[in-house]
């Protein structure tokens, strides 16, 4: 210490003093994130936001720590970096109101390319406007600041105070983390609103103690930070469908792109070449049931969940159906139980939702009891319209199939997931291939005996839940990576109506929603309830958003490019640009570069 008192206790009071600004640049995502709370516990949240900015100013205090050997250097530098951290802070609060995630690797990334920042929404006139506010503040900073550190200097308990300031922070940590067990996912996606917060979950703490479970979704990876956003949502009674045609909506568990081949799916091929739409470009929103299947029945992006069920919503389809006069039911042979998937997804339709199936059958039996139990709906339902929604179990691993489906060979036996780890991957493929042509044939079975019993064709989709690697880049099965072969799903759209041909612009599940909606004929904009659009609308530039769901991954997946990243919490493990199929991009950059604002509108939705 150069002569004097130290600078460092007033060092920290100015520090503190910064708060309120940082509460006051975060008060619109804080209120943001509060929408996505349960109203009761909305209050609790808010001492701890208090906390947090307390948090923020005390990092910037420790960060300045080694200035301080120097009071004279320390009071002139203190300010400016109290200055520069504020206006940081001030581009994050923007950042985060716009696209729903802090500034990070993949943001700067993309700031940086010519015209990113207007084609995002961001005018020239604004980023001159900030520079000239930042300029402002940061001289008023250094002449404030610099007053305030020469003026009060007197000694005081400052190691006490910052350790227990810390300690504060750390409270306020296990504070949050324990609300969010009795509130849900909504309150810990909004206790990452303000930066730097290091995530807390105290799930298992709290279930051991009281023997109730975790509500909402077990995440560990995707914060919820980035789904505080979600469309206003429409009353199910406003829902007017002006057509009302029987829907078969078919899900095929791990079902890959590449099964829809005249030589592995016959029929179904045949089918949409005479009476309908493959959509060729169609993509998983993640490599596990779990998420996709959120997403796709409620028209949202898997990294939304969080969100979603923490504001309690339930999916707009199932009710707009029982609003225009449709019997439903939903037929599951995949498992729909796992992870509350049940509850979060299907809870409005549990009357309607079969799912329980003998033990002692086999994939495509069960397979078989699912499709026998449909036909006993229909027969019985009478003149109403009826949606039926099937969930094919048998091409999930290990794809079983009886010998009227032994199309391909050599295959791989079967025989269990330590087996396969070490079996070719041409061999597993060659099973799950098998297992496709027989639930394209159990498909074709059911369709023509729908037709004529009803004595109409129904509208029908067709998709997988996600796709199956077969080693081709590494990975046995699928909820591993982003790749194409774990993401890249069959999309079938059949039915009156119906344009025949094919379309390649890129399509996710989070469009299934509002391109059923508007089939039916409803008007309803789809931003006001999904993030998708409908399909036959899809522009050829579009990027669609993949996530792994269990760890913070993600993809955004155009007609010729890929960008791939790592977490959205701010760290990065870098940015991988490929063509959609992970194949090397000779003009990658290039590509990227003409690309990134709309990337970033991907996660502004």
């Given amino acids: 210490m150069v002569g004097g008192h130290s600078p460092r206790w007033p060092g920290l009071v100015w520090a503190l003093l910064h708060v309120p600004v940082f509460l006051f640049l975060f008060s619109g995502p804080i209120a943001q994130a509060l929408r996505g709370v349960p109203e009761g516990f909305q209050p609790w949240l808010y001492p701890a936001f208090v906390v947090q900015a307390v948090t923020l100013a005390l990092a910037i205090w420790v960060v300045a720590l080694p200035l301080s050997i120097s009071r004279r250097l320390y009071r002139w530098t203190f300010p400016v970096l109290t200055a520069v951290a504020t206006l940081v802070l001030a581009i994050d609060a923007r950042t985060y109101a716009a696209v729903g995630f802090h500034i990070n690797g993949f943001f700067l990334r993309v700031a940086v390319q010519p015209s990113a920042l207007r084609e995002t929404g961001i005018p020239v006139s604004d980023v001159a406007w900030f520079l000239a506010e930042g300029l402002a503040w940061l001289v008023a900073e250094v002449v404030v600041g610099t007053w305030f550190l020469r003026s009060f200097t007197s000694p005081k308990p400052v190691w006490r105070v910052a350790v227990a300031l810390l300690l504060l922070a750390t409270a306020e940590r296990l504070y949050s983390g324990s609300v969010a067990f009795f509130g849900g996912p909504g309150v810990f996606a909004a206790g990452q609103a303000l930066p730097l917060q290091v995530p807390v979950r105290l799930g298992k703490f709290w279930e051991g103690l009281t023997g109730r479970k975790v509500l909402g979704s077990p995440l560990r990876g995707v914060t919820g930070e980035s789904a505080v956003k979600l469309p206003p949502g429409i009353d199910p009674a406003s829902v007017k469908f002006t057509k009302r045609p029987d829907v078969v909506f ?252 094919r379309l390649d612009a890129p399509t996710s599940h989070a469009d299934v929603v509002p391109t059923l909606m508007a089939l039916l004929g409803d008007t309803h904009p789809p931003e006001s309830y999904a993030a998708g659009m409908s399909m036959f609308e899809a522009p050829q530039d579009r990027f669609v958003l993949t996530t792994v769901g269990w760890e913070p991954k993600f993809a955004a997946i155009g007609k010729d490019l890929k960008v791939s990243f790592n977490s959205m919490d701010g760290g990065m493990g870098g940015v991988t640009l490929t063509d959609p199929f992970d194949r090397p991009l000779p003009d990658a950059e290039a590509k990227f570069s003409a690309a990134a604002p709309r990337i970033l509108k991907l996660f502004g939705k």
């Fill in 250 to 501: 078919i899900l095929l568990e791990s079902a890959r792109a590449d099964y829809l081949d005249p030589k592995v799916m016959p029929l179904l091929s045949a089918r949409a070449a005479r009476g309908g739409t493959v959509f060729e470009r169609h993509y998983a929103l993640a490599p596990t049931t779990y998420f996709t299947v959120f997403g796709l029945l409620f028209g949202l992006e898997a990294h939304k969940l969080d969100a979603v069920v923490g504001a309690g919503r339930k999916p707009l389809l199932f009710r707009a159906f029982s609003a225009n006069g449709y019997q439903s039911k939903f037929l599951a042979a995949s498992s729909v139980d796992w992870m509350g998937l049940r509850e979060q997804v299907f809870g409005d339709v549990k009357q309607s939702l079969e799912t329980d199936w003998p033990k002692n059958l086999d994939p495509e039996q069960t397979d078989a009891a699912m499709l026998a139990e449909g036909r006993r709906f229909v027969e019985q339902a009478g003149d109403q319209p009826v949606f039926v929604f099937l969930f094919f179990v048998g091409t999930h691993f290990n794809y079983t199939y009886p010998a009227r489906a032994a199309r391909f060979s050599p295959v791989w036996d079967g025989d269990g997931i330590l087996k396969a780890s070490a079996a070719p991957g041409h061999l597993i493929l060659n099973r799950a291939r098998n297992s496709a042509f027989e639930a394209d044939l159990k498909v074709d079975e059911f369709l023509t005996w729908f037709e004529l019993k009803r004595g109409h064709r129904p509208l029908v989709i067709v998709t997988g839940d996600h796709g199956e690697e077969m080693r081709e880049q590494g990975h046995v099965g699928h909820g591993s990576a982003l790749t194409v072969q774990q993401l890249h799903v069959p999309m079938v759209v059949m039915g009156d109506g119906v344009p025949v041909g």
